[in-house]
């Protein structure tokens, strides 16, 4: 299983909408990077959720229960969406500056590429996020 990191603006697609939803699929990347990433993502790999702009906390856990298919809002064959279950509320989210001073968060895609919206984790960087929630 492969760890993960996934980024929305709460204005356009927050936490709470997605779980009221149920399932999404993660469409609307035109970043090549983030987009293989997205091609990367396997049934079952989990992702944190991440506020971007406002807030720029984990809010989340999401689960891949669909790989990579043709992104449907856009004819171009070069995107793509997979679907996304919520799996848990992270009861404390985890603030970008808390992660930012985090010695062992310091190399994520998240501090390094604040731009990606779609990013791989190793194990330790997902479950470190998850230990910061927990406090």
Do not use: C
Not at 25 to 30: C, E, H, L, P, T
Not at 51 to 62: F, L, P, R, W, Y
Not at 91 to 115: F, S, T, W
Not at 117 to 122: A, I, W
Request: charged share 30%; aromatic share 8%; glycine share 6%.
């Amino acid at each position: 299983m492969q760890h993960w990191l996934v980024k929305s603006e709460p204005k356009k697609y927050s936490w709470e909408k997605f779980i009221q939803d149920g399932r999404t699929f993660w469409d609307g990347v035109r970043n090549f990077q983030a987009r293989n990433n997205l091609k990367a993502m396997k049934e079952g790999d989990l992702a944190l959720f991440y506020h971007s702009n406002e807030g720029k906390s984990v809010v989340g856990i999401a689960k891949v229960v669909k790989e990579a298919y043709q992104d449907p809002t856009t004819a171009d064959k070069n995107w793509v969406a997979v679907d996304l279950v919520p799996v848990q509320t992270i009861l404390n989210p985890v603030a970008l500056d808390k992660i930012k001073v985090d010695e062992r968060l310091q190399n994520i895609a998240l501090v390094k590429q604040g731009r990606l919206s779609v990013m791989p984790l190793k194990k330790e960087e997902f479950d470190r996020i998850l230990e910061l929630g927990a406090l």
